[in-house]
């Protein structure tokens, strides 16, 4: 197997204290990220889903190195760590990597794909199915969700990033800048070059430039041209019991979840949505109990915390494992609220697809 790998090294003129206080600077800057180093003499080492990191501390500079067998994940991985390293040295540090390095027109975990059909599953959620090549890459039930580039309107020729010397992405021109929104990759079929994308459609009020997704999706057409890039994270670990709960921008992560759990999976599924016309028909082991939660006739403003709050979870809590994605101050409660119970972090998976605006203005980061 091929293993691909890129080296840095950061002089001792350029620290802010010795190499020694700079990697365990670093050290600590990971561990939010879920990164564990183990340290031997002058070298502290961590493996993540990305690659390996090592830290090698010298008399004259902190030397970095990454390391990965896939090239796109080289490439993601690097970029992470100059975000680190510029956090230690300032904005303005250059950052060269050698290596495996390269500086081409697009990434290599970056897709061109194209609208082939766009068909209405709910009147709030709309499918569109791409066609593109070589997909085996994001045909994973480990990695859910993409980044999807979506050139601005009326561009037919679109500029994508590409990857630049310090492994941080080149920015193509404002006026030829791609939004970029996560989604979840809902199917794909990479023999057939084919995957299809849900989008959730915002309210009237909120059909503006400042929602990108419900854009695109509002005016796609076949043979219209988008990027993509992944695949990345935020699926379930194994578990004999399972808390599924989110709000519309989460379903088709959810049903996907449901459709890849193993037959003799127990929990339940809680899903917000606005009303039954929301409702979709979903393929979950019998052991899964679905409730749809309506935001219309429910009286709160916020029925899927109420709900997840009502929950008599089970007394094994190392045997449960909960994935939550919903509105940022929602997430929040139910953060809160799981911990409470005894839900270890290496347990749960809680992410914040969106975020309320005060009225008259857009949602932001809104993905599905």
Known sequence: MTRFLCDTAIPQDLLPDTPAAAADWLVAASEPYGLTFTRDGDRRTTDGPFGRLTLTVGTDALRLRTESDNRGLLERFRGSVTEQLLGLLGEDAAIVWTGDVETGALFADFREIRVAAVRDLTPRLRRITFRGRDLGRFATSDNLHVRLYL???????????RPGPDGRPVLPDPERRPAVRYYTLRRVDADAGELDIDVVLHGDDDHSGEAPGA??????RPGDLCGMSGPYGLGVSPASWYLLAGDETALPAIARILEELPDDAGGTALIEVEDAADELPLRAPAGIAVRWLHRRSAGTASPLVEAVRALTLPADRAGLFAWVACEFDDLARLREHLRGCGIDRDRMLAVAYWRRTPPGASAKGISA
Request: zero cysteines.
């Open 151 to 161: 050139p601005p309107p009326g561009l037919e020729a679109p500029s994508w990033p």
């Open 215 to 220: 854009d695109f999706a509002r005016r796609a």
